[in-house]
Nanobody
Framework: QVQLVESGGGLVQPGGSLRLSCAAS????????MGWYRQAPGKQRELVAVKHSGGNTVYADSVKGRFTISRDIAKNTVTLQMNSLKPEDTAVYYCNAGGTNGVSWGQGTQVTVSS
C-alpha cells in the first residue's frame, strides 16, 4: 500500500497562488502515476492534473495555463503550483497515486478562493 500526505491548502484571494505538496510512503516502487483531483461541494470528484512516470502529463481544460504539476521521483513527492486562482477552483484537493497495487488517496486539503 501507498500512504499519501498532502499539505499547502488554505484561503487565497482571486488571482492569487497556492502550492500543494504530497509526500508518498510505503510501496512507492509500485507507483506509475501521481496526480491531483478535486471535489467541490455538491459536485463529483474530478481530475485536475496527473503526471506519469514516463513523463506524460494531463491537465483538466479548466486549469491549463494556470496550474503546473511536478513530480520528484527520488523524493517521492508531487506538487501542484496553482496560479491565477479563481473562485471556481474552491474545493478539497486530493493527492492520488496509481500503481501496480491499486489506487491510493490522501486525506484531502481545502483550497478556498475568495475575497
Amino acid at each position: 500500500q501507498v500512504q499519501l500526505v498532502e499539505s499547502g491548502g488554505g484561503l487565497v484571494q482571486p488571482g492569487g497562488s497556492l502550492r500543494l505538496s504530497c509526500a508518498a510512503s510505503g510501496s512507492i516502487g509500485s507507483i506509475y502515476a501521481m496526480g491531483w483531483y478535486r471535489q467541490a461541494p455538491g459536485k463529483q470528484r474530478e481530475l485536475v492534473a496527473v503526471k506519469h512516470s514516463g513523463g506524460n502529463t494531463v491537465y483538466a481544460d479548466s486549469v491549463k495555463g494556470r496550474f503546473t504539476i511536478s513530480r520528484d521521483i527520488a523524493k517521492n513527492t508531487v506538487t501542484l503550483q496553482m496560479n491565477s486562482l479563481k473562485p471556481e477552483d474552491t474545493a478539497v484537493y486530493y493527492c492520488n497515486a496509481g500503481g501496480t497495487n491499486g489506487v491510493s488517496w490522501g486525506q484531502g486539503t481545502q483550497v478556498t478562493v475568495s475575497s
